[in-house]
């Protein structure tokens, strides 16, 4: 059974509609870091062929991925993000975090490391307080349906 | 076939293999919303109940929830977000971001907000650059391999 989220409200629930999958975010993490072609994409993860078209064919048809020519004879195919896809960095970067804290015992670093391509530096997520300005730990915050804070008179 | 990613070194992938799948995001961004009982699972995301016994389960073995006795007769248990499994905010965080960014038009406002608890304030992800302390977009990034950097000697 195939269940959808579109009725839902909630943004991540649409959102996961579209990456809630392990093999999409790892052919948007491969993308991240500059793969283009199908055997790119199925080299770097081992992603089954059929399970790869289907996948990159969701991913063009919900504009996270463009599809560009770059060949003529025989036609061959690349895979570009688009803004949209470039934007779910801050998801895979997150994940990985995460993956680094709990999941990297047996390695001697992180594997992959997130650069500020200007001045190559490493970037790391952060969360921060709009009013306070303070950044803040998971701990230290709460997620509540915007309507509370509606009804509170608290966010317009 | 089931594919699994625990011989791969790239830490989201390791990350995928507990939370790449919807469901699991979903029964974590109600857990950090403050559900805490089975039926309030089953109730907020509509998930059947064999998939959410499942997914629970998957959870507590990884230490993403803890399972509590909250009652004796009859015995009922509750589920709670340990440190690891608040650690996952960021990423259901940014992927509700995400979501509200592109999957949110028809919507008035973004339906959840993440609050700081101390002052109130609504808070925001950033990505900023440990080198040179500015707050870098995506467009701005690029992820690559450590031993790349490590054989560059840029990153001990």
């Given at each position: 059974?195939?269940r ?29 870091m ?7 994409f199925r080299d ?9 078209t ?7 048809e919900h ?20 803004d ?13 975090e ?5 999941y ?23 969360r ?11 701990v ?17």
């Open positions: 059974m195939k959808t989220y579109a009725g839902q409200r909630c943004t991540a629930a649409r959102a996961l509609e579209v990456v809630g999958e392990r093999w999409t975010l790892l052919i948007v993490r491969d993308a991240l500059g793969v283009t072609r199908f055997v790119g770097t993860s081992g992603i089954p062929r059929n399970v790869l289907a996948r990159l064919n969701l991913l063009v504009e996270v991925l463009e599809r560009v020519e770059y060949q003529r004879r025989p036609v061959r195919h690349e895979y570009r993000l688009t949209k896809g470039r934007a779910l960095g801050p998801v895979v970067s997150t994940l990985m995460w993956g680094n804290e709990y990297a015992a047996d390695l001697p670093s992180p594997p992959t490391l997130v650069m500020h391509k200007d001045c190559g530096g490493r970037v790391v997520s952060q921060v307080c709009e009013s306070c300005r303070r950044t803040v730990r998971p230290e915050t709460t997620a509540v349906p915007a309507e509370w804070r509606l009804a509170e008179g608290r966010v317009e």
